[in-house]
């Protein structure tokens, strides 16, 4: 049988009320629950959009995704990821 993480709207580098703590969170809420899917050595994790909160990303949560992203790939599970609305760079066309 395969079992797969899902997840979505995890919205790293996000402050809500303005708090670093809660930017904090969202980080160890995401690499608990990806160790947690190491752990019950699941097939795959599948990121459903919105892992990061913001467009244009902190150099910070760049590198915390990446670890969490690197650690999993080390456990030899693959990450499929789907862009989100806050993911999505608007353009007006694919060639500019």
Request: glycine share 4%.
């Amino acid at each position: 049988m395969i079992s797969f993480l899902h997840l979505g709207d995890i919205h790293l580098d996000y402050k809500q009320y303005k708090l670093t703590e809660r930017e904090n969170d969202l980080c160890l809420a995401f690499f608990d629950i990806c160790k947690k899917a190491i752990d019950k050595q699941v097939d795959f994790v599948l990121v459903a959009g919105d892992l990061f909160n913001y467009r244009s990303i902190s150099p910070r949560s760049f590198n915390e995704a990446t670890f969490i992203v690197k650690t999993l790939k080390e456990a030899n599970i693959p990450v499929i990821a789907i862009e989100g609305n806050h993911d999505f760079k608007e353009v007006k066309s694919f060639i500019n």
